[in-house]
């Protein structure tokens, strides 16, 4: 579990550094048991909007593309 969540970490992490607006950013983390809460975490910010939901074949690859690719 502690490794899943340091390499949860490391990917927000960089997503983050990279500017990869659309994932939530990493707050605070503690990957042991002493913590207020007793067991491992991870705490993100909250990301505004609406989930995506898609299936095999909507939206279209255009604009699945769009969402996914961001314009430098």
Do not use: C
Not at 26 to 51: C, E, F, H, R
Not at 59 to 69: C, D, E
């Amino acid at each position: 579990m502690i490794s899943l969540l340091h390499d949860e970490i490391v990917i927000l992490q960089e997503l983050d550094a990279d500017g990869f607006r659309w994932a939530p950013k990493v707050q605070a983390s503690s990957l042991t048991l002493d913590n207020a809460v007793g067991y491992p975490l991870i705490a993100l910010s909250w990301v505004p909007g609406q989930p995506l939901l898609w299936s095999m074949d909507h939206p279209s690859r255009p604009i699945r593309n769009k969402v996914l690719v961001e314009e430098r």
